[in-house]
């Protein structure tokens, strides 16, 4: 039975959606923080990342030219930002894969929402004049965002297993 034929297959309630979403957040932000806690300890200075942009965060950019002191306070501010963030990503997204297993055009949709938010952190650094990516380097933020965006689609993917019918039907299309 596809799922155009039964609309109750492809329906979810608002609660299926909020609680797909603040999963797929918190995966996301999993690992993204798992990925920069790997670098950082690989570099020797564990949560050096958080406490960088904690610092940008609580104390304006121009704090992180004083240099960065790994504080519980600046760890906790961004790490707290950075999963509330997430979050709000993640139910974005559990809202628009649910369309997309009615809709599959609203893939695209997804694809340029993707590409914006890769783009975001590297627009947001120019705008806060924080110079973050050279601290950061820009492949480990691209390869951050991907991890985040390949965890968080795995696990959508396998909440909305009627994602494959639709797509199919696209192919089958003339």
């Known amino acids: 039975m596809s799922v155009a034929s039964n609309p109750t297959l492809s ?15 918190m ?13 950082d300890i690989l570099a020797g200075r564990p949560l050096y990342t958080p406490a960088l942009l ?14 960065v002191a790994i504080a519980p306070l600046e760890v906790a501010a961004y790490t707290a930002f950075h999963f509330i963030s997430f979050m709000a990503v993640g139910l974005l997204f559990s809202y628009l894969m649910t369309l997309f297993e009615r809709f ?11 590409l914006c938010l890769q783009l975001g952190f590297f627009v947001l650094d120019v705008i806060l004049g924080a110079s973050l990516t050279g601290q950061l380097h820009g492949w480990t933020i691209v390869v951050a965002n991907l991890l985040a965006a390949g965890t968080m689609a795995a696990y959508l993917w396998k909440r909305h297993p009627h994602i494959k019918e639709g797509l199919d039907r696209i192919w089958e299309q003339k």
Do not use: E, M, N, Y
């Open 11 to 25: 329906r979810q309630s608002f609660a299926d959606i909020a609680l797909d979403g603040l999963f797929a957040g």
């Open 27 to 39: 995966i996301g932000a999993l690992a993204v923080a798992i990925w920069f806690l790997i670098l």
């Open 54 to 67: 904690g610092t940008v965060l609580l104390h304006g950019s121009k704090a992180v030219a004083a240099g």
């Open 104 to 114: 599959p055009i609203v893939g695209f949709v997804l694809l340029v929402l993707f």
